[in-house]
């Protein structure tokens, strides 16, 4: 396809793609820190940040909130657990459901994580305008569907849950 594109347009795609990568990795980066600083990995400190502020969730409704599998969602739960940061309790509704929950150790630690990257990148967000943000969120919400496709078609279904 970029060899249909002019190269004015060419240009700017490449600035696309370099904001893009640009925030993923600024958002990298500042999670691994900050879970460093908390003295976990940066899986465990967005799934801590997420319980505090969503609450108790469904192991499934956990790994599509972070993009990942069950199996991967259930070992760092395991070794939250075991750290004392999570429970684990059966659903009294639908026994198959397991929900995860933050032990008072978990919710004292989330509050000693002064920021994470989603609000950080909240904050820029919220200083577009309304017009801005509509724009933005059905630009971004085109590319994603795009991808998606993409990714079942050359990919596979499954690869596409995995960052």
Same mark, same amino acid.
């Given at each position: 396809m970029s060899e +249909? @594109?002019?190269p004015d347009v060419k240009i700017e795609v490449d600035q696309i793609l370099e904001a893009v990568i640009y925030l993923y990795t600024e958002s990298r980066r500042i999670t691994k820190e900050l879970a460093r600083r908390a003295n976990l990995t940066g899986p465990q400190l967005t799934v801590v940040k997420i319980l505090q502020v969503v609450g108790d969730l469904s192991l499934s409704d956990l790994s599509e909130r972070i993009r990942s599998q069950n199996s991967? $969602?259930? #070992? /760092?739960i %395991?070794?939250?657990?075991?750290e004392g940061l $999570?429970?684990?309790? +059966?659903?009294?509704? %639908? +026994? +198959? $459901? $397991?929900? /995860?929950?933050l032990t008072e150790k978990g919710e004292a @630690?989330? #509050?000693?994580v002064p920021v994470e990257p989603m609000l950080i990148f909240r904050s820029a967000i919220e200083s577009l305008t309304l017009t801005e943000t509509r724009e933005l969120l059905?630009? @971004?919400t085109k590319i994603a569907r795009r991808v998606q496709a993409i990714v079942r078609r050359d990919v596979g279904e499954e690869s596409g849950k995995e960052p």
């Open positions: +249909r @594109l002019s991967t $969602v259930t #070992g /760092i %395991d070794r939250m657990e075991r $999570v429970t684990r309790t +059966r659903s009294k509704e %639908d +026994r +198959r $459901v $397991v929900h /995860i929950r @630690l989330a #509050g000693d059905r630009i @971004l």
